[in-house]
C-alpha cells in the first residue's frame, strides 16, 4: 500500500451518520451537518439521504462545489465581505436556497448592497454563545442587529445561529456539559427576545459535535450543525464525546520508513498528513499527533513535514503500514486530494472535492 494515504471505513461513516439523524428527530430538530469536516460530496448526499434538510458550509468555495454536486440547500455559516464574493453569493443564490451569516450592521449594509441586483437572500445572525469568535452578544445585541436588518431592502432574517466551539477547551465533562447547556439557553432566550420585538425568525440553529447531545434537546433550539461526527477523532476521544476509538471512521495509514534508534521510529506522515492542529480553542485533551492503533506504548511526539517521529516502545519494524486517528479529522481531509473508502473488501477512491476552498 502507497502511503500516506486516508481511509475511511465506510460502515462506520454510514453508523455514525445514522445515529446523528436518529438523535436530531428524537430531539425533534431539523439536522444541517457542517460539510467542512469531510469536503465531500458523496458524504453529504449520505447525511441528505439520512434525514438533512440541507447541509452547512464554512466558505463560499465550499457551497459551489456543493451546489455543482447538487445540493440545493445551504447555509454559509460565516461572515462573507468583498464584492468579488457578492457577485458569487447572488448567483449561487439564483440557483439554490441559500442563506448566509452576518453579524454586524456594516457586514449586512455591505451585503444587501453587494447583492442589488438579486432579489433578496437569507441571513441569520451569528450569536456568540461563549467562543469569543464571530458573533454578537446574546440578548438585546441580536434585537437590535435584527431590528437594523429589518430595515434592509434585500435581506431576510431567517433566524439566529452560534458554535460553541470553545466546548473543545473544556477541562471536563462537567465544563462540557455547561457550555452545552449555556450554547441552548442563549440562543432560545434570544429568539425570545425577538419575538417580544415583534420579529419573527423560523430558525434557531446551534451545533457543535461535543455540545450537540444536549444543546439539541434545548426546547426552543430548531437545527442542528454538527460536522466532526461523521469521522470523529482523537480530540472527541479525549473530551469523552465517543467512548472508544472504534466510534473513528478515518485512519491516516503511514509506513515506518526508518528505525534509526531503539526507542524512536519514523513515520512517512508528517505535518502534511496529519496536520500540527492540537485544537484550536486551547486545552483539548490530545497528547502527540494522532493515535497509533495497537501500539499502547508508542507516542508521535513530533512532526516535520514529511516525517512523523514515534517514541516508545514497539515490536514495529522498517516497512510496516501502521493506522492512526488522527488528533482533529477536518483539517487532515484538507490536506489530502482524495479518500479511500472501504466497505469490507470493496475499495473505492473518492476526490475531496471541496478542499482547499479558502475563499
Ligand atoms: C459555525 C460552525 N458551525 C458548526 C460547526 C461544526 O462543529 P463540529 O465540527 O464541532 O461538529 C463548526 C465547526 O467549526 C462551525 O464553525
Known sequence: MDTPRIVIDERR?????????????????????????????????????????????????????????????????????GSEKFERLSALARRIRLAVGVDSLEGAQALAEGIRAHTGLDVLIEVDSGLRRCGVEPGREVVSLAQEISRLENLHLRGIFTHAGHSYGAADRAEL???????????????????????????????????????????????????NYVFYDA?????????SIEYCSLRVYS????????????????????????????????????????????????????????EGESMLQVGDVVEIVPNHACTVVNLF???????????QVWEVAARGKSR
Do not use: Y
Open 337 to 347: 486530494d482524495e479518500v479511500e473508502v472501504w466497505q469490507g473488501l470493496q475499495r
Open 177 to 227: 456539559e455547561k457550555i452545552a447547556l449555556a450554547e441552548g439557553k442563549v440562543m432560545v432566550e434570544s429568539a425570545r427576545e425577538l419575538r417580544q420585538a415583534g420579529i419573527d425568525i423560523e430558525v434557531v440553529s446551534v451545533g457543535a459535535t461535543p455540545t450537540v447531545a444536549i444543546s439539541a434537546f434545548t426546547p426552543g433550539v430548531t437545527e442542528i450543525r454538527p460536522g
Open 13 to 81: 461513516l454510514d453508523t455514525n451518520i445514522e445515529d446523528m439523524a436518529v438523535m436530531a428527530r428524537k430531539a425533534g430538530v431539523a439536522l444541517r451537518p457542517h460539510i467542512k469536516s469531510h469536503k465531500l460530496p458523496q458524504v453529504a448526499h449520505k447525511q441528505l439521504a439520512a434525514g438533512a434538510c440541507g447541509i452547512t458550509v464554512a466558505k463560499l468555495g465550499e457551497a459551489e462545489v456543493m451546489a455543482e454536486h447538487g445540493i440545493k440547500d445551504i447555509f454559509l455559516a460565516n461572515e462573507v465581505m
Open 235 to 243: 480530540m472527541q476521544l479525549a473530551l469523552g464525546v465517543i467512548p
Open 255 to 310: 509506513t515506518v520508513i526508518s528505525h534509526p534508534a531503539p526507542k524512536r521510529w519514523v513515520l512517512d506522515a508528517g505535518s502534511k498528513a496529519l496536520s500540527l492542529d492540537k485544537g484550536a480553542h486551547g486545552h483539548s485533551g490530545v497528547e502527540g499527533h494522532g493515535i497509533i492503533i495497537g501500539q499502547p506504548k508508542l507516542r508521535i511526539v513530533r512532526l516535520s513535514e514529511e516525517h512523523g517521529v514515534a
